[in-house]
């Protein structure tokens, strides 16, 4: 019976928060998609939908329905895990999906907190910031799918939500637990159903999990998951543990990249002087058949001891001059689906240690290879770990990292692989 439920609005986020919560002493599975039989044994069941960029109507739906199945399998309270940089839109999907699970646990009231210290973003005054960098001017203000343009979270929640939104300020938090506890019991008895919590320090997303331990709903990134694993542990509920480590698997190595993150696009501009990398011009070839014939050719031959690079990110210019051209979801999908089906043809070809950088990325290759779930391994970078993966028609499986456009140090796609 899981401890904690968590329902993670992408593939990624959804490793983030597993690998926190397996740092802390609990073991951790993801689950793939709306879980459709009995869960894994686990302390915290991870259930990763594609839900950050769906239509609301459906990341409401599966959202909810993962409620219920991890609800159904005993868990105590529920994690509602996106974005570090908050990803969304004036639609939503983190307000409408926030209000429909406050309903569902008919909790009233549920704290929201995106910091990651350990990654750069903090929040002050209920404004997020990546390093030195309002959230606004960190390049987050060119995503291609979830542009974020202001770095007020009292505000950008607000616009997505009919429920009122406080603010929990840095000098509270800095008081310490019985504090914090009390100003996000006096923001849900004046009405509101939110609250950002600011957070400079992993010491005060300790003060913030403990401040929240009785709560039915908690939203946020992965740093606010720090403090979760010892309130179970206090209420006795979670025995001492070793993080998993995983198997040893055989076979190629490959990175693919569909993140046009800055982060992202410097460890392509380190890694092509060292392995070899095919870079596809999604603009000149906006053609997913031609464009994965280009990868299949380029290839063979290719794969061997070192690692493989193959990306289709581009900088904000050429982005944009697609999405001008195919509208901005059909660029994405295009993207999405042409990396998918490298993905498929490099594991036919014997990869068996995959590194995928984006978000949705992440979320068409696990699904074009029917990865139900993912048992979480060692770190590479903060919030970023191996995972093993059962394939459908190979129980040994591969490891994969599903990596955060933005996470990792610059010679990330080189790291991955030493050792
Ligand atoms: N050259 C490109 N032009 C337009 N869109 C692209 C290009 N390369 C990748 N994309 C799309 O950009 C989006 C990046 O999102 P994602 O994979 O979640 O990365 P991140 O983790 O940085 O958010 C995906 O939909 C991807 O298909
Ligand atoms: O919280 C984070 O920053 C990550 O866990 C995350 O959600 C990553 O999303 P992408 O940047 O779309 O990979």
Not at 150 to 164: C, F, H, M, P, S
Not at 213 to 225: D, K, M, R
Not at 229 to 243: C, K, M, T, V
Not at 351 to 371: C, D, I, M, P, Q
Request: proline letters at 6%.
């Amino acid at each position: 019976m899981p401890l904690l439920g968590c329902i993670a609005d992408d593939f990624t986020g959804a490793t983030d928060l597993a690998n926190t919560l397996v740092k802390g002493g609990m073991s951790a599975v993801q689950v793939i998609g709306v879980p459709d039989g009995p869960l894994p044994e686990a302390d915290a069941v991870i259930v990763a939908l594609k839900s950050r960029t769906a239509p609301v109507a459906e990341a409401v739906r599966d959202s909810l329905a993962a409620c219920d199945a991890l609800l159904a399998a005993g868990a105590r309270q529920i994690f509602f895990k996106y974005c570090s940089t908050f990803d969304s839109t004036p639609e939503g999907n983190i307000g409408p999906v926030a209000d429909a699970l406050v309903r569902r646990l008919d909790a009233g009231f549920a704290l929201a907190c995106p910091a990651f210290p350990t990654n750069g973003r903090t929040v002050y005054q209920g404004h997020l910031f990546v390093g030195a960098a309002l959230l606004s001017e960190s390049g987050m203000e060119n995503h291609p799918l979830t542009p974020m343009r202001d770095a007020n979270l009292v505000r950008v929640l607000g616009a997505q939500t009919d429920g009122a939104v406080g603010l929990v300020p840095f000098a509270t938090v800095a008081r310490g637990t019985a504090e914090t506890r009390r100003a996000m019991t006096r923001l849900k008895e004046s009405g509101r159903r939110y609250a950002i919590v600011d957070a400079i320090t992993d010491a005060h997303l300790l003060t913030i999990g403990e401040a929240a331990a009785q709560h039915p709903l908690i939203t946020g990134g992965s740093g606010v998951a720090l403090g979760l694993p010892a309130n179970f542990r206090a209420a006795g509920l979670l025995p001492e543990r070793d993080a998993a480590a995983l198997p040893p698997v055989a076979g190629h190595a490959a990175v693919l990249a569909g993140s046009c993150s800055r982060a992202t696009l410097g460890q392509i501009g380190f890694a092509r002087d060292h392995l070899p990398t095919l870079e596809l011009d999604v603009l000149t070839t906006p053609d997913a058949d031609a464009l994965q014939r280009q990868a299949l050719d380029w290839m063979d031959g290719k794969l061997g001891d070192m690692p493989v690079l193959i990306a289709a990110s581009a900088p904000p210019d050429k982005v944009a001059a697609l999405q001008q051209r195919l509208g901005r979801d059909a660029a994405g999908a295009l993207v999405e689906e042409t990396l998918a089906g490298i993905a498929a043809a490099l594991v036919a070809r014997g990869v068996r240690r995959l590194v995928v950088a984006g978000g949705e990325t992440s979320g068409a290759v696990v699904s074009r290879l029917g990865v139900r779930s993912l048992r979480i391994g060692p770190e590479i970078d903060p919030g970023v770990p191996w995972t093993q993966a059962e394939l459908p028609d190979d129980a040994s499986g591969i490891h994969l990292a599903l990596k955060s456009g933005n996470f990792g140090a610059r010679d990330f796609f080189l790291k991955a692989f030493d050792g």
